[in-house]
Every structure is written in structure tokens, then in C-alpha cells.
């Protein structure tokens, strides 16, 4: 079975600051990671994804994650965040010999301040 | 662009009603999936189809069915609605071959 683990819940952080928002997983099989992110009394959007190939991916509003095979990370960056950036931020796998399932970390709550 | 729409963004109920919660999605999407979400527990799968009249229970199905009669919709039927039921439930689709999930708004229920 696979699981992923989002370490941190909360994560405070200035405007205009760097941020790493930090995702391990686990699975024996091969693995496609996604992160998603939900911003106030909305729904999940899709913020990138790995699916094979550059290790590094890039997606919208700046982001980016590396897939790290021997470390099972799959942490999300972004060097230099905004007040709009104010959201929970989830972690998914879907490992290739689960269905059609994405299991979820528990979210990670990005709170930039001024 | 894709879109997941669900009936209702906000419904309050009283413990042992039965509660519909409707998805709808208009992509043509084999697969679909309620979830709920609850603070410090992230998203818990309940069900999902990956096809008409097809369902799987996901990781938390007690106290709860669905029904998928048609391919754009999706319902999930809490028979007799208990406080502990009290939550944000997602609904999402994706394509069989692409694992790449859309959601809807959400739908926050409180039972009381």
C-alpha cells in the first residue's frame, strides 16, 4: 500500500520569501505525484505533476516540485511567494498497481504575511 | 475547461435524515469520487466508479452509498445522517488513463 506524509501542518512564512513545502511518500511500485492546492471555501486545483521523465516540473503561479527517487520526496518550491499564495497545499501519489485511486497527504497550510 | 459542479456549496440536515449530495461533471470522465475532508486528516476517500453503475468502496464507505446511473453524475446518499458526519465532501472525476483528478467546490454539510 502507499501513503504519503506531509511533515508539516502549518507553514508561516514573509512575503516575498522563499518556500519549501515538504512531501515524502511511500510505495513499492513505480509512482506518478501530484500536488494540488486548495485555496479558501474552494475546491482542489491542480498546481503540477510528475508523471516520468525531467525529475524537475514546473507548474503554475511559479511553483515547482523534484522528484526524488532515493529520498521519496516530492517537496514544492517557489522562491519567492505572495500574500496570494495563502492556501492548504496537498500532496498525492497514485502508485501504478493501485487502481485509480490518489491518496492524499494531510495538507499543509501556507500562511504568508506581510 | 472542465468543470465538477455539486448542488449545494452549504446544507445543514438533522440527524437521521437521508441526505443526497449530487455531482455533476461534463467531461465525459470514466472515473469519479466523493471524498471528505476534515482538519488534520486531509482528504479520505469514500467511494468511487469507474463507470456506470459501477462503484468501489474507498477507505471510509460506513454510513454511506452512492449511485452512478448516468456517466456525468455521480451521488453519494448518506442513509440516515449522524453528527460524526458533519464535514467538507469533495467530489472529483478523471479520465481512466490519466489519474489527474478534478474537483468540485464542496459541498459543507453540518448535521445537527
Known amino acids: 500500500a502507499q501513503s504519503v506524509t506531509q511533515l508539516d501542518s502549518q507553514v508561516p512564512v514573509f512575503e516575498e520569501a522563499p518556500v519549501e513545502l515538504r512531501c515524502n511518500y511511500s510505495?513499492?511500485?513505480?509512482?506518478?505525484l501530484f500536488w494540488y492546492v486548495q485555496y479558501p471555501n474552494q475546491g482542489l486545483q491542480l498546481l503540477l505533476k510528475y508523471l516520468s521523465g525531467s525529475t524537475l516540473v514546473k507548474g503554475i503561479n511559479g511553483f515547482e516540485a523534484e522528484f526524488n527517487k532515493s529520498q521519496t520526496s516530492f517537496h514544492l518550491r517557489k522562491p519567492s511567494v505572495h500574500i496570494s499564495d495563502t492556501a492548504e497545499y496537498f500532496c498525492a501519489i497514485h502508485s501504478t498497481g493501485g487502481g485509480n485511486k490518489l491518496t492524499f497527504g494531510t495538507g499543509t497550510q501556507l500562511k504568508v504575511e506581510l | 475547461d472542465v468543470k465538477v459542479t455539486q448542488s449545494s456549496r452549504y446544507l445543514v440536515k438533522r440527524t437521521g435524515e437521508k441526505v443526497f449530495l449530487e455531482c455533476v461533471q461534463d467531461?465525459?470522465?470514466?472515473?469519479m469520487f466523493w471524498y471528505r475532508q476534515d482538519p488534520g486528516l486531509g482528504l479520505r476517500l469514500i467511494y468511487f466508479?469507474?463507470?456506470?453503475?459501477?462503484?468501489e468502496k474507498g477507505d471510509i464507505p460506513e454510513g454511506y452509498s452512492v449511485s452512478r446511473e448516468k456517466k456525468e453524475r455521480f451521488s453519494l446518499i448518506l442513509e440516515s445522517a449522524s453528527t460524526n458526519q458533519t464535514s467538507m465532501y469533495l467530489c472529483?472525476?478523471?479520465?481512466?488513463?490519466?489519474?489527474?483528478?478534478?474537483f468540485g467546490p464542496g459541498t459543507r454539510l453540518t448535521v445537527t
Open positions: 467531461m465525459d470522465h470514466e472515473n
Open positions: 466508479s469507474y463507470d456506470v453503475k459501477m462503484k
Open positions: 510505495s513499492s511500485v513505480s509512482v506518478y
Open positions: 472529483a472525476s478523471s479520465f481512466q488513463s490519466t489519474y489527474e483528478q478534478y
